[in-house]
């Protein structure tokens, strides 16, 4: 399978761009502010932090493996539960786990760096990347 390097620029640039789209969001008259960020595990974790930081607002990393079925995380998923959560991961691949997601937490937010589903409407996205096969290398992997 063919692969692309991204770099730490990239995702940079990926989270930049939800910040901003955020930004616009929220400046919106009645609009909820987000109180959490939840980062999923592992590839959320650092664009999580990143977007955390860069808005100040508070980082939860939840360990998720959609093949596990642990009941303590979606215990911990379910308990953020709410409007003002973002869940953030680094990739909409197949869209499993983005599902598997709103279905045990229906009212929180999800953002991705990068969206291969053109038939998943993310609330925030870095970037979409429909009709791309290619197994994307992250600067956090190497």
Do not use: C
Not at 57 to 73: A, C, E, K, S, Y
Not at 112 to 138: E, P, V
């Amino acid at each position: 399978m063919e692969s692309v390097d991204y770099t730490w620029q990239d995702i940079e640039d990926a989270v930049n761009t939800i910040a901003e789209r955020i930004q616009m969001y929220e400046t919106q008259p009645a609009t909820l502010k987000f109180e959490t960020i939840v980062g999923l595990s592992r590839g959320g974790l650092i664009p999580g932090v990143m977007l955390s930081q860069k808005l100040d607002i508070p980082f939860v990393p939840i360990i998720w493996q959609t093949r596990d079925g642990n009941v303590t995380w979606k215990k911990m998923l379910i308990a953020h539960n709410q409007p003002t959560t973002l869940v953030i991961d680094d990739l909409i691949d197949s869209g499993r786990t983005y599902y598997d997601v709103m279905k045990i937490a229906k009212h929180v937010k999800f953002a991705a760096l990068y969206n291969k589903q053109y038939s998943i409407s993310l609330d925030y996205w870095g970037s979409t990347l429909y009709n791309d096969n290619k197994w994307i290398n992250f600067p956090w992997e190497k």
